[in-house]
């Protein structure tokens, strides 16, 4: 026996039983508008009601009779318009045709045996990194896919477009020019240079870059410190909207133990572009102060535990602990004196500077300068290996003046800045302005997203 508390709704229910017997669509929808306006009325006046936990819990059932065998409600409408599915994923190098497919949503056997004989297809298949996108109908079936990837000169990219014709598949292959747009990012030094930008989502290549940029003000393997921060902004290359590279840093600031570091980048038309402060002086100095790309010193200068001999001796040079093959610059203009084996040193390039100066890369796998060629800053002269006395892959560098060796760091950092030329120095100052003002934006989301 029912509580007379529920027989009003016991009435409503057998009255609901029997419109609904006689017009069942009619009455299911008008039952999710009730649902609904009931939905937004319990929560305007729930502040009202009692508290609800300590309500009695009771359980009604009661069946539902559509009375009519078969009766169904219609979700979607029907439409003549043919669905299309977009799905967009990278490749991987272990992928196979099938496998990229499957992971598009494509479940068509005739497009993928179509797609092996189609030319250019090996351009995306095994190859990691590269914008697939795929159309397909409501079969899943393969209408269109289309891949981009950059090329190595940094200013082009490749267009693969697979379509579905009365045909068949057909394909082609496109170039297209990549277009630059302005990133701005920033961060806080925790515990390293790669951390600090890892977290704020900004490209390895621009860590390294900015590394090189005030390497001649801040040693990044001892000088950073916790709560240092930096601010940039670099280049994004894109195709067809879709970010593809990065470019080169524009401008950026590193404030490091509380003192600010600035640079932009400046190229003028005949001129050999490079970072300046913002007064105008040249981050670029006679000498670099790594052969390498922002590597960790496994051994700096100075008295060290020979790990061949066991006996402590003086280490007149720097050991830079790289993989096989990473390769080696020369850090200034020179000529090469010296590139063949020699003793402890296995390969060795030996490069003469000015004033009497000379630097020293041992250990090397492979050598890719002959004697006398004149090399300029920077240019890649050999690769890391373990050859001569050498316990493992390093590239042991020194540094010496007028005979005497010298700790390649300090001689980096003393060396003379090169300067802006006079006649240059309007033009600097209008690209200065704009990439202060960009850095300022940068600056003040950072200081925005911490609050």
């Not at 309500?55 to 979607?76: H, M, N």
């Not at 981009?148 to 020019?177: C, H, I, M, Y």
């Not at 120095?425 to 302005?433: G, H, K, L, T």
């Amino acid at each position: 026996m029912k509580s007379s508390s529920y027989s009003p709704w016991a009435a409503q229910a057998a009255s609901l039983k029997l419109s609904i017997a006689r017009h069942p669509r009619r009455i299911m929808a008008g039952i999710g508008a009730l649902l609904l306006g009931t939905g937004v009325t319990a929560f305007g006046i729930a502040p009202l009601a009692p508290d609800a936990s300590q309500l009695p819990v009771r359980q009604v059932v009661e069946a539902l009779d559509t009375g009519t065998e078969g009766a169904r409600i219609e979700i979607l409408p029907a439409s003549s318009t043919p669905w299309v599915l977009y799905r967009t994923d990278s490749t991987r190098s272990d992928d196979t045709l099938q496998s990229l497919l499957t992971r598009l949503g494509i479940n068509d056997p005739a497009a993928i045996t179509q797609l092996r004989n189609t030319p250019h297809i090996r351009q995306i298949v095994g190859r990691s990194g590269r914008l697939v996108h795929a159309e397909a109908n409501e079969r899943q079936e393969l209408q269109r896919l289309t891949a981009r990837w950059a090329n190595a000169d940094g200013k082009t990219f490749q267009r693969l477009v697979v379509e579905s014709t009365p045909q068949g598949l057909q394909s082609r292959l496109e170039t297209g020019t990549l277009t630059a747009s302005a990133r701005l990012g920033s961060g806080v030094i925790r515990s390293s240079l790669f951390a600090a930008t890892d977290a704020a989502g900004i490209p390895d290549s621009v860590a390294i870059q900015l590394a090189e940029m005030f390497s001649s003000d801040i040693d990044f393997r001892r000088d950073l410190r916790q709560g240092d921060r930096f601010t940039v902004v670099y280049e994004s290359l894109e195709a067809d909207g879709e970010p593809m590279t990065v470019g080169r840093v524009l401008s950026a600031e590193f404030i490091n133990g509380g003192r600010a570091f600035d640079a932009v980048w400046f190229e003028a038309p005949g001129h050999k572009g490079g970072y300046y402060n913002f007064a105008g002086e040249s981050a670029r100095r006679f000498y670099l102060s790594s052969p390498l790309e922002f590597s960790r010193v496994s051994s700096g200068y100075g008295m060290r535990f020979h790990p061949v001999t066991g006996q402590h001796k003086a280490h007149l040079g720097v050991d830079y602990a790289a993989p096989t093959g990473t390769p080696v610059r020369t850090v200034g203009d020179g000529t090469v004196e010296f590139a063949g084996v020699q003793g402890g040193y296995g390969n060795v390039i030996y490069v003469r500077h000015r004033n009497n100066q000379v630097t020293v890369y041992a250990h090397l796998s492979r050598i890719f300068v002959r004697k006398g060629q004149r090399v300029d800053q920077g240019e890649r002269i050999g690769a890391v290996g373990s050859t001569g006395v050498s316990t493992g892959p390093h590239l042991h560098f020194e540094f010496r003046d007028n005979g005497q060796h010298r700790d390649p760091l300090v001689i980096a950092r003393q060396s003379e800045a090169i300067r802006l030329p006079a006649e240059l120095r309007p033009a600097f100052e209008a690209v200065a302005q704009q990439q202060r003002i960009t850095l300022e934006a940068a600056a003040n989301l950072q200081q925005a997203s911490a609050q």
